[in-house]
């Protein structure tokens, strides 16, 4: 069975600084891109920052310079460094995976964490 658990979510004031970390556990062979993904009340989830097996980046545009995406290959762990959080960054994370198993391959998404912006 395999799980994607994310943590490091909580209350910030604007300007402050947040890490979120998603481990994946379970009968994981290999593990390829990783990402965060994320949605605020009433919006569809969008895409915050991906990253590739050999650490390839990519961005959306609202976090480019203030969000850094990696990961570590051997915890099965991929971070999300968040700095000069703006209330319009509130929502809730959701951590996402392409990983293979022992008997198949597909996308996994862990539970979500939530990140509040406010004073």
């Known amino acids: 069975q395999v799980q994607l658990v994310e943590s490091g979510g909580g209350l910030v004031q604007p300007g402050g600084s947040l890490r979120l970390s998603c481990a994946a556990s379970g009968n994981i062979v290999s593990i390829y891109a990783m990402g965060w993904y994320r949605q605020a009340p009433g919006k569809q989830r969008e895409l915050v920052a991906t990253i590739t097996s050999g650490g390839s980046t990519n961005y959306a545009d609202s976090v480019k310079g203030r969000f850094t995406i990696s990961r570590d290959n051997a915890k099965k762990t991929v971070y999300l460094q968040m700095n000069s959080l703006k209330p319009e960054d509130t929502a809730v994370y959701y951590c996402?995976?392409?990983?293979?198993?022992?008997?198949?391959?597909?996308?996994?998404w862990g539970q979500g964490t939530q990140v509040t912006v406010s004073a």
């Open positions: 996402n995976a392409d990983l293979r198993t022992g008997t198949n391959s597909r996308n996994y």
